[in-house]
Structure formats: C-alpha cells, structure tokens
C-alpha cells in the first residue's frame, strides 16, 4: 500500500510547480512516503486534486524549512478539508508530526483512492451501462461500489476472451494471468499474451505493467505489490487501466437517454 500510495501521489501532482521539489517520492523506500507527507503540504494539494477549491492556497505556508508553528497550521489546514471527505476519526496533526505510519497511511491511502476511483462511476463513464446484469436498471450502477464496478468490467473483458470470471480484485489477480487477457482484449497489438508462458509470478506481472505502460497508463504499482494479492492495492491498477481505455462499446442514443435519466 505504501508503494502504491507514493506512486498515485507522483502520478497526480507531478505537473504541480509547488509540489516539485517533494517529488518523486521513492516507491521503493517507504520511509520517503512518510517524511514527504508529514508536514501537510502534498495533502492539502491531493485535496485539491479531489475538489479544486478545496483549499485556498493563499492560507497555506509554503517553502522549505518551514517552522514547527507553520508546519501546525497546514496539518490544521489539512485536517480541516479532510473533513466530511474521508474518515479522521482518532487521527490529527500530531499523528503527522510523529509520523505515525499506520495512521498517516490510514489518511493518505483514503485520499489516493478516491482520485483514483473517482470517474469509475456511471456518471464519470456512461459506457458502464454495458456492465449491467439481467434484470437491472441503468440507476442500479448507481449503488454499486468503483470496485464493484471494476470487477464486473473485467469479467466482461475475460468473457469476451473466453477465459473463467474472476471472484475478486485480490488474490484472484495475484498471478497478473486475468489482467493480461484484458489487456490483450483492449489492445492485440500493444498487448500479447505472451507473458502468459512466464513461470515466475513476479516476471509475470512485470510484463503485464509493461503492457498497460504500451497503452498510455502511468506507473502506478510495482510487480512484486501485484503478487501479494492485496485488493485494494491491485484495484488501484486496475482502475488506472481502466481510466486510460476502458474498452466498452459506444452507446446508442436510446442508451445515452437512459444514463441521463439515471443520473
């Protein structure tokens, strides 16, 4: 998760001119996450990522070296817009300060995924009507979780490859096999299914980030994070996979009304 983490937090503010001189933080080194996001400067940014005019960054110290006062008044400021956003409960400015991985963590992997997830919805992709199930509405998908969603996109993609639906976004993807066989399917040329013969788990898997790289994805996990199987981390990936070409049909203007009218 930390990995994946500071991976998201590069992809998303590394156009930001005052976020550069905090970034790239090394996914490779977990201490970096942290000794990046302590003061509340890359969060409140990520804030904005969500919501523009989240934070006035006239009211934000910025600079290097900044005091330990200053330092306080952005975690306040931080703490602040996080509110109503995501969960806090039980963590604060000093939980930052102390640099408390397990709850810094907690704040930062809520933040992360919300960006990530944000447009897996059937108001951010109205081609998701495409995933509907027999005997459902087009506001159904409203109810569904990203994650949800994203699972029923893949089993669309391995159905039309003719391949077994997976149960899940963790360790049903572990072994990168069911993310090649859609990646193959959004992309033939870009993506083969070559890395299917690799024996190794962690080859694998590189193999398979280096196919979506091929279709415009960013660096947003590691080989060795997809085979640990851990849910969250690998929806993550498969979200980035999906934002940057999700493959589904273009919708008919019967279809289009339906979606209006559902959102």
Request: aromatic letters at 6%; a negative charge; one cysteine or more.
């Amino acid at each position: 998760e930390v990995s994946t983490a500071a991976r998201q937090i590069n992809k998303v503010l590394k156009d930001n001119e005052d976020c550069k001189a905090l970034l790239p933080i090394d996914p490779e080194k977990p201490q970096d996450l942290f000794d990046s996001m302590y003061d509340g400067f890359i969060g409140i940014n990520l804030l904005n990522v969500i919501d523009k005019d989240r934070i006035d960054m006239r009211t934000v110290n910025k600079g290097a070296n900044l005091n330990v006062f200053k330092i306080r008044q952005n975690l306040s400021t931080f703490f602040s817009g996080c509110k109503g956003m995501i969960k806090i409960v039980g963590i604060d400015g000093q939980s930052f300060l102390d640099k408390n991985k397990t709850l810094m963590l907690a704040v930062l992997w809520q933040l992360v995924a919300k960006i990530a997830l944000f447009k897996i919805n059937v108001e951010g992709c109205k081609e998701i009507i495409c995933l509907l199930e027999d005997g459902e509405e087009p506001a159904d998908l409203l109810k569904l979780k990203p994650e949800e969603i994203l699972k029923r996109w893949m089993n669309w993609h391995l159905k039309n490859a003719g391949q077994p639906e997976i149960n899940n976004l963790g360790k049903d993807l572990a072994d990168s096999k069911s993310i090649i066989y859609v990646l193959n399917q959004l992309d033939k040329e870009k993506c083969s299914l070559d890395g299917l013969t690799e024996e190794d788990n962690v080859k694998r898997a590189q193999i398979c980030i280096d196919s979506s790289r091929a279709i415009g994805c960013d660096d947003v996990i590691g080989a060795r994070d997809i085979v640990k199987g851990n849910a969250k981390v690998n929806s993550m990936f498969v979200a980035e996979i999906f934002n940057t070409k999700h493959g589904l049909p273009d919708l008919n203007q019967e279809e289009k009304e339906a979606v209006e009218t559902a959102v």
